[in-house]
Structure formats: C-alpha cells, structure tokens
C-alpha cells in the first residue's frame, strides 16, 4: 500500500472510496513462475506474446474437398488428386484442376483457397461433384486468424480464466508468470461470539461471518489463515493484530468498527498504524474501515451479517484484487425493470437484495421484503444487488434499476 487514504469527518461515497483505492493501492504479493494447470484464477504478472501465429497454417474449417476457386469449371466436376487429414500436409503444390479431400483442422494444400462442404458435394469415379456457387475463400480458415505472432494475447493484471488458460495454451506456453496468491489473515470480534458447533449461552450467536467473508476471499484466489474469535478486550485485540501483521498481506476483520464502548478495532489499529475513511455513505454498511496495522493493509467490516457480505463485496474485494496485481476490479451491472416499489431518500448510496425473473419477455427484478442488515437469509434468497445511486428519489414499479450478480462480485 501507497500513500494514506485520506480522512473525512463527513460520509464519503463509495466511489470517493474506490478512486482512492485505485490510486493506493499497489501488489504486495511476489512473483512467480507457474505451470500452466496450477495457474487458474491467479492474477498474471506479465504481458503474454504470441511466439506463433494461431493457427499455425492455412487450414480447412469443415470436412469437403479443398480446391483452387478459379479452376472451378461450370458442371462442378474435378478429379481428386490426393488426400489430407490433420497433422498429415499435402505433399507439394495442388496440380492446376485438381481437388483434395481434406478434413477439418487439416492444413490446406499450397495453391488451394476454397472448402466445399462433403454434404453439398457427390463423389463420382475419379472425381467429385462440388458446388458450383461457392465464393472464394469459402469454409477456409486463414494463418494467423485467431492470433497473429507478435501480438499481446494477455495483459498483465488479468485474472487468469480456463478461456485465458486455454490461449496461452494454444500458443505453445506451458508456464506464466503469475503472483502468489494474498496471504490474508481474518477474524471475528465480539464477546457473544461462538463458533458453530457449540453450545449458545444466553445472549450469544453463533460466529458466520468468518465464514461468509473467508469463502468470499478463497473465491478471489486468496490464501486464509483463520483467526478465530476475538473477545471486546482492546489489548487482546491490538496483541492479535500485530502478530496478524507480521505473518500476513492484508488483514480482515469484521465487527468492532462503529463508536460504541465495546469497539475496539478502531483503537487498536491506531495504536499501530493508521486507519482512515471508516464511515461511507452506503446502507447497509456505513463502518467500514481501512487502513494499515504495521505497514499490513487493513480492512474492517461491519458487525452485521449482511453488511459483511454487501461491504466486501463493493470495498474488500476491489482492495483484494488490486493488492494481488489485478488491474480491472470493476463490476459490469445492467439494466432491468423495477418490480417493487421503494422509498429513497438521496443522499446515501443504497443496495437493496433482489432477485431477477422474467415477465413477458423482460427482466423484472423481485426485491426481499426486508432490509435489515442481519438478515443472512436475505443474501441466500437473492441474485444480486439493486443499485440506487445517491441522487436518485423514490423507485417505483416498472422504473429501470440497474443490477450487479452476486456471481460478478465473487471473482
């Protein structure tokens, strides 16, 4: 991390928060050499340049007959001179007239440009049939056409997908140069606490936070050690954050983030580092807080299971990403009808849970009927987020929202 995040005693929006995390924040992970089956969802660290042209040679997209299209007579007839299948070339030029039956992915003899089809063609003694109405160039795949040698294949900063994996592959390379996965260290505060499993003492909850937050940060290719649960003890808290630090790329908390008695993590990280723009003008999730503990980038969400996943995924993931070398954090959302009616008042940026169906032919979103933070079920019962900018007024049934999947925000 670059510089410190700037302080305001006023809410700030999140995309004041985004922009600074764009401009802060820089990889603080190592590079290294990969093969190409252990590279999968980890961010490239180099420019991929093609060593060859993809395909390496002019070749047949279908199975037919390859021929030259000028040689073309008007019965279609012409004698079939030899045969060539894929990874067996034709030996020498094609004889002036001729043809050759040829298979797909087989490389075109020298001197031919056009495929006819096998099932628009009939073969006769010596010879085949070929249709007479096709146009030069027809059904043949060109060198070079996918990729061309010398040209960039893959950016620097892409995560890498099967697809992105597959065009390495197809270039001939067997190792990237990636970076090591974010080691981050995550926990839970709070003296009602407990892990799953055990028993509940009265006014305590089960811990799913953790859960919720770590499965979010594995989604992403990060590495999770799990803390544990912290009690509301500030020197507890400021001992564990510190040894955090030491181990660890970045380290994540959720709850202990607001201004009440028992929040501790906003005093211990001071204590230790630094800790800015900790109240955004987003519902739900107002206390997030980011920052450093000991030089370690530091990010602390909300108590709030909601809250948790909503935050992480608008402030952590983008902050993730880009520490791990990645260059494009942005979400894509698009556009569908309102199919609720919704009270807004501008001035906070509002994310309401929904979940997307069709209707005639649109795509009409269903918001959850409550919008309290904590409740979990809510995030099972939806696709995605409502985006309500701060500007806008009411919503009302039929309006166009736009709409970000929980699937775009988990990678």
């Known amino acids: 991390m670059t510089g410190r995040f700037a302080a305001d005693a006023d809410l700030m929006t999140i995309d004041q928060a985004l922009a600074q995390l764009e401009a802060r924040l820089a990889p603080v992970v190592a590079i290294e050499v990969v093969p190409l089956r252990q590279s999968l969802f980890r961010i490239l660290a180099e420019d991929v340049v093609a060593a060859v042209n993809v395909p390496p040679h002019d070749n047949s997209a279908v199975d037919g007959w390859a021929f030259r299209h000028a040689d073309l007579p008007s019965d279609g007839v012409l004698p079939v001179v030899g045969r060539v299948a894929a990874g067996h070339p034709f030996t020498g030029d094609l004889p002036q007239g001729g043809a050759v039956r040829i298979f797909t992915g087989a490389p075109m003899p ?209 902050m993730v990403l880009r520490l791990m070398g990645a260059t494009d954090t942005g979400l894509k959302r698009f556009a569908v009808e309102a199919g609720f009616a919704f009270k807004h008042k501008p001035g906070r940026r509002e994310f309401l849970r929904a979940r997307l169906a069709h209707a005639d032919g649109r795509l009409v979103a269903a918001k959850f009927p409550s919008d309290g933070s904590g409740v979990l079920t809510s995030m099972v019962w939806s696709d995605g987020l409502v985006d309500i900018p701060e500007d806008r007024g009411d919503i009302a049934p039929g309006e166009m929202v736009e709409f970000v999947t929980y699937a775009e925000m988990m990678r």
């Not at 890498?160 to 090591?180: H, M, N, S, W």
């Not at 955004?280 to 206390?287: D, H, M, N, S, V």
């Open 110 to 318: 020298a001197g031919a440009d056009t495929v006819a089809m096998q099932e628009d063609c009939r073969e006769v003694a010596g010879g085949v049939v070929l249709p007479t109405r096709l146009k030069c160039g027809d059904n043949a795949r060109h060198a070079g056409e996918d990729v061309t040698q010398g040209s960039v294949v893959l950016h620097a900063g892409a995560r890498l997908r099967p697809q992105e994996l597959g065009i390495a592959a197809a270039i001939g390379r067997a190792e990237l140069r990636v970076y090591r996965p974010l080691r981050v260290a995550v926990f839970s505060t709070g003296d009602e606490i407990r892990e799953p499993g055990t028993a509940l003492p009265p006014g305590c909850i089960h811990d799913s936070n953790r859960y919720t937050a770590g499965a979010l940060l594995q989604s992403l290719g990060a590495e999770i050690t799990d803390l544990g649960i912290l009690p509301d003890r500030l020197e507890v808290i400021q001992a564990a954050l510190k040894d955090a630090a030491a181990a660890h790329d970045l380290i994540l908390t959720s709850g202990g983030v607001s201004v009440g008695d028992e929040d501790h993590i906003k005093p211990a990280v001071l204590a230790l580092g630094s800790l800015d723009f900790w109240r955004l003008a987003i519902k739900p999730g107002r206390p997030v807080a980011l920052g450093e503990v000991a030089g370690t980038p530091f990010v602390g969400l909300p108590g709030n299971p909601v809250a948790v996943m909503i935050t992480f995924m608008l402030i952590a993931r983008p």
